[in-house]
């Protein structure tokens, strides 16, 4: 069985966050008469305010062995599965919420439509359903939080902010669509809206470890990461089960970043040509000059900034590839941190590449990436090599 989590922080941030919305300020009818069942399906409502993940979670199977046919706790545990992208139990819990022999509220009812419709083509959009409840229950949560999720499982970031902000026009709980808006914005790479978002949090939930856990994300996004080793201490300070993992590795990121004392940090001002590069992962080399690419590149570097372009050949399927990348950068020692501002693939755009920076002879070797513990995996790695120009 797959795990619950996805082992990327931030996603799980998110997620908690729309599952929060499940408690409702005008709440959408249920349509369980079980009141055990109901009662464990309100004690989980409330740890999803508390951000209890697995606690919500576990109340919400116990409601549904309560109640079989409890729709809303079998849709909710769907809901949370197929984020995480576990298969066998999305499909059991979705199976489960559109054979409930419950007469179901109109409100189920609605949300039965997309839950077909998913079953049927887990690709087919929803989004029409969405609004559909929306303007049945318009100040209930619980169809902006569908609705959202799905968008961010689309990665519609702009369209998640808009809804966002209609949540705060009538929410009770704010801080939770705050939190939302602040990854939304971290994604588009907004970080003046996302650490406003992010410190409104903190200012409606001054005493909840999740605000300070959610900006020390941003603060790892920024690789920023003394800032961020104070901020998931201080959820760990407010609930000593929070953040402690993530501060460990911020205090790590933050010291490598400082460098060793006992090197000299190369000068790597002026104009660089490409000599060698070899790409390596699962000890397979997949990428090599000399070997199966021809081309170069030239890389250049002023007091604070970097560009590189270059063009390669790649014989295996006689293909061609264009290179160009740009950003800043910081090195203390041999250890040196690039910040991407532009790059020929996008997705690499705005992340951070930690290397090992060797300058032997006449040759500047960069290698990466470094691992949480300081090193080079050597099954997966990076290496370029490079000469300087006169």
Same mark, same amino acid.
């Given at each position: 069985?797959?795990?619950?989590?996805?082992?990327?922080?931030?996603? =799980?941030?998110?997620?908690?966050?729309?599952?929060?919305?499940?408690?409702?300020?005008?709440?959408?009818?249920?349509?369980?008469?079980?009141?055990?069942?109901?009662?464990? &399906?309100?004690?989980?409502?409330?740890?999803?305010?508390?951000?209890?993940?697995?606690?919500?979670?576990? *109340? *919400?199977?116990?409601?549904?062995?309560?109640?079989?046919?409890?729709?809303?706790?079998?849709?909710?545990?769907?809901?949370?599965?197929?984020?995480?992208?576990?298969?066998?139990?999305?499909?059991?819990?979705?199976?489960?919420?559109?054979?409930?022999?419950?007469?179901?509220?109109?409100?189920?009812?609605?949300?039965?439509?997309?839950?077909?419709?998913?079953?049927?083509?887990?690709?087919?959009?929803?989004?029409?359903?969405?609004?559909?409840?929306?303007?049945?229950?318009? @100040?209930?949560?619980?169809?902006?939080?569908?609705?959202?999720?799905?968008?961010?499982?689309?990665?519609?970031?702009?369209?998640?902010?808009?809804?966002?902000?209609?949540?705060?026009?009538?929410?009770?709980?704010?801080?939770?669509?705050?939190?939302?808006? #602040?990854?939304?914005?971290?994604?588009?790479?907004?970080?003046?809206?996302?650490?406003?978002?992010?410190?409104?949090?903190?200012?409606?939930?001054?005493? @909840?470890?999740?605000?300070?856990?959610?900006?020390? %994300?941003?603060?790892?996004?920024?690789?920023?990461?003394?800032?961020?080793?104070?901020?998931?201490?201080?959820?760990?300070?407010?609930? %000593?089960? $929070?953040?402690?993992?993530?501060?460990?590795?911020?205090?790590?990121?933050?010291?490598?970043?400082?460098?060793?004392?006992?090197?000299?940090?190369? %000068? *790597?001002?002026?104009? &660089?040509?490409?000599?060698?590069?070899?790409?390596?992962?699962? #000890?397979?080399?997949?990428?090599?000059?000399? #070997?199966?690419?021809?081309?170069?590149?030239?890389? =250049? &570097?002023?007091?604070?900034?970097?560009?590189?372009?270059?063009?390669?050949?790649?014989?295996?399927?006689?293909?061609?590839?264009?290179?160009?990348?740009?950003?800043?950068?910081?090195?203390?020692?041999? @250890?040196?941190?690039?910040?991407?501002?532009?790059?020929?693939?996008?997705?690499?755009?705005?992340?951070?590449?930690?290397?090992?920076?060797?300058?032997?002879?006449?040759?500047?070797?960069?290698? $990466?990436?470094?691992?949480?513990?300081?090193?080079?995996? $050597?099954?997966?790695?990076?290496?370029?090599?490079?000469?300087?120009?006169?």
């Amino acid at each position: 069985m797959k795990k619950l989590y996805k082992p990327i922080p931030i996603l =799980l941030a998110l997620v908690m966050a729309c599952l929060i919305g499940f408690t409702q300020v005008e709440p959408m009818p249920i349509s369980s008469s079980d009141k055990k069942a109901v009662k464990l &399906w309100q004690e989980a409502m409330l740890k999803f305010d508390d951000v209890e993940m697995s606690q919500a979670v576990n *109340l *919400l199977k116990q409601a549904v062995n309560a109640d079989p046919n409890f729709f809303m706790a079998n849709y909710q545990l769907a809901m949370v599965y197929k984020y995480f992208d576990n298969q066998e139990e999305y499909s059991k819990y979705l199976s489960q919420a559109i054979n409930s022999k419950t007469k179901l509220t109109e409100g189920e009812a609605i949300l039965k439509e997309a839950l077909t419709r998913m079953q049927e083509n887990p690709n087919a959009p929803v989004y029409d359903v969405a609004d559909k409840l929306i303007d049945r229950y318009p @100040h209930a949560k619980t169809p902006y939080y569908f609705k959202i999720m799905n968008l961010m499982m689309d990665k519609k970031n702009e369209e998640i902010i808009k809804l966002c902000d209609q949540l705060l026009r009538f929410t009770d709980t704010p801080g939770s669509v705050y939190n939302t808006k #602040g990854y939304a914005y971290l994604a588009l790479k907004d970080y003046d809206a996302a650490l406003d978002a992010f410190n409104k949090y903190i200012e409606l939930q001054p005493n @909840h470890p999740n605000p300070y856990d959610s900006k020390g %994300d941003y603060y790892m996004d920024r690789n920023q990461y003394t800032n961020a080793y104070e901020s998931f201490i201080k959820a760990h300070e407010i609930n %000593d089960k $929070w953040s402690y993992e993530k501060a460990m590795k911020a205090k790590k990121m933050a010291e490598w970043a400082k460098g060793p004392t006992n090197i000299e940090t190369p %000068d *790597l001002k002026g104009a &660089w040509l490409l000599v060698k590069i070899k790409m390596v992962s699962n #000890g397979q080399v997949d990428f090599e000059i000399p #070997g199966n690419v021809t081309g170069s590149q030239v890389k =250049l &570097w002023s007091d604070e900034y970097f560009s590189a372009t270059g063009k390669f050949h790649i014989e295996d399927n006689d293909s061609d590839m264009d290179n160009f990348a740009g950003g800043s950068y910081e090195i203390a020692g041999n @250890h040196y941190q690039e910040m991407i501002i532009y790059h020929a693939s996008d997705e690499i755009v705005g992340s951070q590449a930690n290397m090992i920076m060797e300058l032997k002879g006449d040759s500047l070797i960069q290698t $990466w990436p470094v691992t949480e513990s300081g090193e080079i995996d $050597w099954d997966n790695y990076s290496q370029e090599t490079y000469v300087k120009l006169d």
